[in-house]
């Protein structure tokens, strides 16, 4: 995953910035197997079907039993 965060960018330098970047990047990776999302002030590309939620399902079933798992974020 590649987050661009811009909570401290200017609004409205930030708006026309982030469009621009989300229509090039829906462009140039329209035949690979990502997503293009937008978020609060954050645009994020990720692996399709791939989410923080899933890698933390996949490492609680690889982990041996007696193993802690963190997952640490402000996602629900």
Same mark, same amino acid.
């Given at each position: 995953? %590649?987050?661009?965060?811009?909570?401290?960018?200017?609004?409205?330098?930030?708006?026309?910035?982030?469009?621009?970047?989300?229509?090039?990047? !829906?462009?140039?990776?329209?035949?690979?197997?990502?997503?293009?999302? !937008?978020?609060?002030? %954050? %645009?994020?590309?990720?692996?399709?079907?791939?989410?923080?939620?899933?890698?933390?399902?996949? %490492?609680?079933?690889?982990?041996?039993?007696?193993?802690?798992?963190?997952?640490?974020?402000?996602?629900?």
């Amino acid at each position: 995953t %590649l987050c661009w965060h811009f909570r401290r960018l200017d609004p409205n330098i930030a708006s026309r910035a982030v469009r621009e970047l989300r229509l090039y990047l !829906m462009e140039v990776l329209s035949n690979a197997p990502v997503e293009v999302l !937008m978020g609060h002030k %954050l %645009l994020e590309v990720r692996a399709h079907g791939i989410n923080k939620g899933l890698v933390v399902q996949r %490492l609680f079933a690889a982990a041996p039993s007696n193993t802690c798992v963190v997952a640490v974020g402000d996602d629900r």
